[in-house]
């Protein structure tokens, strides 16, 4: 049975997924692969979905966000309010956990959204520089202002969130991630934000409202790093508001740069790669850090477009072609007689 | 009252930190429009290294002399200057036609290394060290306010070096180079100008002044790590933002804004402080989107 | 004829230097109206100020009784004034496709929550836009390229699929801003009948800065000529040309040698 083009962008992938995530768990039924080493690619498919949140505002649409681990922390928080203090396991029955948590997580990511739309609205305004400086303090406000609040613990943070997240619900947020801002970037919304980055006056000339597409650029952002957030609360049970500071906005623009903004491909190389790294350099002590600076510095050095220099993975990308296959008529335009 | 002005007289000593940090992250953003996230590792290179060199000093007498002294914070601002030079030799130069993401980047990558290679080392680790006592200690009181001798060779040291950077820039022929590259970097090339030498310069000088602003800060609060540059550099780069980024006076009047600031709001709440300094930076860009002395660059159509 | 975009002192100010000064005009439909002037006249200025870039400091742009001035550059574009660029303006990573397809962001009726979901609607959609964009490629002799980055055009096509980008939004006025800058006389002959096939299909009203006088002389209908700021001549190419003060702005006086 031949699978139509389109349909094979979206199961071969999805098969492709559960293969490796088979493989996974054999090797970890092996022992081979130990719990250790499935944190670290749960931590890498939180990184993902940030990567790629922080791809839409700063790689597609060419805006200046330094500050996006704020949008993560008020997702985390947002959905572990949910999940700890109000709906606490051990006042719903078992068998609404799992709706519970999907439900956090959509909370944790509108909070993380509606925020995101409010500072957007006065701060898309300015341009470039100004731009990071905002985000940058907005990142950082967050912070603060969590550390104040002594219902979800202050500044010494949250404890008992339940670890409702497993690596097959990362591994299904992260393949639904790539999926919808895969569809977004081959959309009218993709192409307006690829407009504003590659020349912002033009695209306004060509009739594109600038402020309200990057408005929506980074509301949608927001809500994957919401989404990211709370999937990350999830997994390490404690969260406190100082894990979410510029540190961590900058290790989240290292993997986007690194890995090649601009390309969904990059966002997967980079954060995977970058989080994996670290762990890896263990054995050097107190020397993997300045390892690992090295390693960055080379790589941006010599591939200063990313590791993956704009390349996309082929069920990442959708060509022209496609739009052609399983139509009433699949003959793409060719040339008109006379005119 | 007299509360009021004790607060002040911190604010400035703190802000003085401020402002010399801030001058260097304008400096360079403004002749190669480049963020150093790495600038606030130059204050912590300078006040580490001007423990060892006590250190080695004192081991003779055990105590310093004033010509010591000076020896001392000039070693240490140079042997910075020239760590900021190597920085943008091997790090940045080669990245100066790129996407400037690339270059921020590689500034994440150099400012991990200059923290966490002589954390390595085994001779400085990852502890805090005391730092030493360079400037006398006597206390003043006037009118209930108390203000030290520390306070005030600080205070006017720092205006000196402002003083100072403020006339070579605005009167020498080198200052003269530096703000025509930072107008135009091509057309100061057709001029003759050695671009290489001049961006150069601008690091140097703006590492030695984040190392002087770093044994300012320890003198203040005598205990150093590997770790203390970089958030003192957030703070700076906000101060150089809030001031204008890219103008030499708004680096200076934003450091001091901050710093006063802080001072003030820390004395009401500690974490107040800790978010005066966003704050502050909102209001002035919601009503100076430029900051408070900064211009915007006119992108022709 | 109808008067489609009525311009009443067209003022603007830079501090103390006036850019422009008074600008009028009463654009009929389906005219090639031509400002030309040295450099330095505000010719750009004009156009910017006609497409929301500049606000004028006083005077007013009226098209179809509504008052434009005060408007974003892309509202400008939704009334129906699009234009081109002095210094090529194309979105140089897209496609040539892609920055034909970004013109249409306006009258898109793609929605946000079914693209996140790539539904048979947004394909349909997509597609529609697709071959209405090579239908418009085709028509104007690009569709080879279709898939080239824009960056990697030649000059020449490139300066043409600026136009045919500002055509995607069925302007009812294109604006040109020195189309044919830098061109050989190949290139600027293709431009002229490209200009003359848009005027005929599309019964396009055009506003045209340019500076070669070979290129303007026999497509404009009407010439306005502007010098530091102010119009200085009005009239046909003809008048225009035998106009001693334009020969003075041009050429300093003292010759008759615009023919």
């Known amino acids: 049975m031949k699978i139509p083009k389109h349909l094979s962008k979206s199961v071969l992938p999805i098969i492709g997924f559960a293969a490796i995530y088979g493989l996974i768990m054999l090797l970890k039924s092996f022992g081979i692969a130990n719990n250790y080493h499935i944190q670290i690619l749960m931590f890498a498919g939180v990184n993902i979905m940030m990567t790629l949140s922080l791809n839409v505002v700063n790689g597609f649409t060419g805006q200046f966000s330094i500050g996006h681990a704020g949008f993560m922390s008020l997702g985390a928080y947002g959905s572990a309010i949910i999940t700890t203090l109000l709906l606490k396991p051990s006042v719903i029955p078992s068998s609404m956990q799992i709706p519970v948590f999907l439900l956090s997580l959509f909370i944790g990511g509108l909070v993380a959204a509606l925020v995101g739309f409010l500072i957007g609205l006065p701060t898309l305004k300015l341009k470039g520089d100004y731009l990071a400086i905002v985000t940058l303090a907005f990142g950082e406000i967050v912070r603060a202002g969590l550390r104040l609040i002594e219902p979800i613990g202050a500044a010494r943070g949250m404890i008992g969130v339940p670890t409702y997240a497993n690596l097959a619900w990362i591994f299904t947020f992260v393949a639904l991630t790539l999926f919808v801002v895969r569809n977004v970037i081959y959309s009218r919304y993709g192409r307006a934000w690829i407009a504003i980055r590659d020349n912002e006056i033009a695209a306004e000339a060509m009739g594109i409202d600038t402020t309200r597409y990057k408005i929506i650029s980074f509301t949608f952002s927001a809500f994957i790093a919401g989404v990211a957030g709370g999937l990350y609360a999830h997994v390490v049970s404690f969260i406190q508001p100082d894990t979410f500071s510029f540190v961590k906005s900058s290790d989240l623009l290292v993997f986007l740069y690194a890995g090649g903004s601009g390309s969904l491909t990059g966002s997967i190389v980079g954060a995977l790669l970058l989080t994996a790294l670290p762990e890896a350099l263990r054995f050097l002590a107190s020397w993997r850090l300045v390892i690992y600076a090295l390693v960055l510095i080379i790589v941006m050095l010599y591939r200063p477009k990313g590791l993956t220099g704009g390349y996309e993975l082929p069920f990442l990308r959708i060509h022209r072609k496609e739009l052609y296959e399983g139509a009433a008529d699949p003959t793409v335009p060719e040339a008109e007689e006379g005119e | ?301 | 004829m109808a008067t489609i975009l009525s311009i009443k002192n067209l003022t603007i100010k830079f501090g103390g230097l006036v850019a422009v000064e008074d600008f009028s005009a009463d654009v009929q439909e389906g005219e090639l109206l031509a400002i030309i002037g040295p450099n330095g006249a505000g010719k750009t200025t004009v156009f910017n100020m006609l497409t929301g870039i500049y606000k004028p400091t006083s005077g007013t742009i009226e098209m179809e009784g509504k008052n434009l001035i005060g408007l974003r550059p892309n509202q400008f574009a939704a009334n129906g004034l699009a234009r081109t660029f002095q210094n090529i303006r194309l979105f140089h990573n897209a496609t040539v496709v892609d920055n034909i397809k970004m013109a249409y962001t306006l009258h898109s009726l793609e929605q946000f929550f079914p693209a996140l979901l790539r539904t048979k609607s947004i394909v349909e959609q997509e597609r529609e836009l697709d071959i209405e964009v090579m239908r418009l490629l085709k028509i104007f002799n690009l569709d080879q390229q279709a898939d080239l980055l824009s960056k990697n055009l030649p000059y020449g096509p490139q300066r043409k699929l600026e136009i045919v980008r500002a055509m995607m939004l069925k302007p009812k006025i294109l604006l040109l801003d020195e189309p044919v800058a830098g061109m050989n006389a190949v290139e600027i002959d293709e431009i002229a009948s490209l200009i003359r096939r848009i005027r005929e299909k599309f019964n396009m009203t055009i506003i045209l800065i340019e500076h070669h006088m070979n290129f303007v002389m026999p497509l404009a209908d009407r010439i306005k000529v502007l010098d530091f700021g102010r119009t200085i001549a009005e009239g046909n190419p003809a008048e225009i040309q035998r106009n001693p003060k334009v020969i003075e702005a041009y050429l300093g006086g003292g010759y008759n040698a615009i023919a």
């Open chain 2, 1 to 301: 009252m007299t509360t009021f002005f004790q607060l002040l007289i911190y604010g400035l000593q703190l802000g003085s930190v401020y402002a010399l940090l801030a001058l260097g992250y304008t400096m360079v953003y403004g002749i190669v429009g480049m963020i150093n996230f790495a600038h606030g590792d130059f204050l912590m290179i300078g006040a580490l290294s001007t423990v060892f060199l006590a250190m080695a000093f004192m081991s003779t007498s055990g105590t310093l002399s004033a010509l010591q002294v000076i020896a001392i914070i000039l070693i240490a601002m140079i042997g910075t200057g020239l760590v900021g030079v190597i920085v943008e030799a091997v790090a940045y130069k080669p990245l100066r036609d790129r996407p400037r993401m690339t270059a921020l980047i590689t500034a994440v990558g150099v400012s991990m290394f200059l923290q966490n290679f002589p954390r390595a080392l085994p001779f400085i680790g990852p502890n805090p060290r005391p730092f030493p006592r360079l400037f006398p200690l006597i206390q003043y009181n006037i009118g209930g306010v108390t203000i030290t001798s520390t306070q005030l060779i600080m205070l006017f040291l720092s205006l000196l070096l402002m003083f100072i950077l403020y006339y070579v820039v605005n009167k020498t022929p080198l200052g003269a180079q530096m703000r025509a590259v930072s107008m135009d970097k091509d057309a100061a090339l057709l001029m003759g100008i050695n671009i290489n030498v001049i961006i150069s310069m601008t690091f140097f000088i703006g590492a030695a002044l984040a190392s002087s602003s770093g044994i300012f800060y320890a003198s203040i609060y005598p205990q150093v790590d590997v770790y203390m540059g970089g958030w003192l550099g957030t703070k700076s780069f906000i101060a150089a933002v809030l001031g204008g980024i890219g103008d030499i006076r708004g680096a200076m009047l934003g450091g001091f804004i901050l710093g006063i600031s802080e001072i003030f709001a820390t004395s009401i709440n500690s974490n107040f402080g800790y978010m005066i300094g966003f704050i502050v930076l909102i209001l002035i860009l919601l009503f100076k989107p430029a900051g408070l002395l900064g211009k915007f660059s006119i992108e022709k159509v």
